[in-house]
């Protein structure tokens, strides 16, 4: 097979393969594919590169954003730097009662963030006193995903409050999730900025 400049950005960029994964599949030497990359001015990735690749999966920041999208982006920062988890460093997680934040939030890092909605997993936590089914099919419906997209659901949190609060509860609490150090530091990065307009 030719080692035309197509099907090394196919292989090598788009899915990420190795140098040896390349010249494997296509019966051709290491050597080979890596004097087309640079023949082809592909850069060349390190080995540390190349496993962060395989083993994390990819999202891209929109930068030209209609009016519409330039507010999701605002309201998803302001999410996570309100809601959002800071202190695990490899993953984004963000968690709330309301399943119209949680939506938002989803939104966001799909649309701005072009992360994968198989990419997106959930966990769910519920009161010692509700029913963890019916909570699961509540929020399966709200957030419109299988029941493959939560991981077990953990039900170990004491009631809490009374009255109207009680009842916004009754559903739990869900966490959204996405395994990806560099989005985290990215929207770290985000919240940094608009910490520093604040401060002015």
């Not at 963030?113 to 966990?123: S, T």
Request: glycine fraction near 8%.
């Amino acid at each position: 097979m030719m080692l035309t400049k197509a099907i090394l950005e196919e292989l090598y960029q788009s899915k990420h393969m190795s140098v040896q994964k390349v010249a494997d599949e296509l019966g051709v030497s290491r050597k080979v594919v890596s004097c087309a990359l640079k023949g082809y001015g592909i850069l060349v990735r390190d080995r540390s590169e190349t496993a962060y690749l395989q083993h994390n999966k990819s999202y891209k920041i929109k930068s030209d954003l209609t009016q519409d999208e330039q507010v999701l982006y605002g309201m998803g920062i302001g999410l996570y730097w309100g809601e959002g988890n800071k202190v695990d460093e490899y993953s984004v997680r963000l968690g709330n009662t309301d399943a119209c934040l949680i939506s938002t939030f989803c939104k966001f890092l799909k649309v701005i963030c072009g992360v994968d909605e198989n990419d997106i997993h959930f966990g769910l936590q519920v009161f010692n006193d509700s029913n963890e089914s019916e909570a699961l099919a509540y929020w399966m419906k709200a957030l419109n995903c299988p029941a493959e997209s939560f991981y077990k659901t953990i039900s170990i949190i004491p009631p809490q409050g009374k009255g109207t609060y009680r009842s916004k509860n009754k559903h739990g609490v869900v966490q959204v999730y996405v395994c990806n150090k560099r989005l985290k530091i990215w929207l770290m990065n985000e919240i940094e900025k608009y910490a520093a307009i604040a401060q002015w």
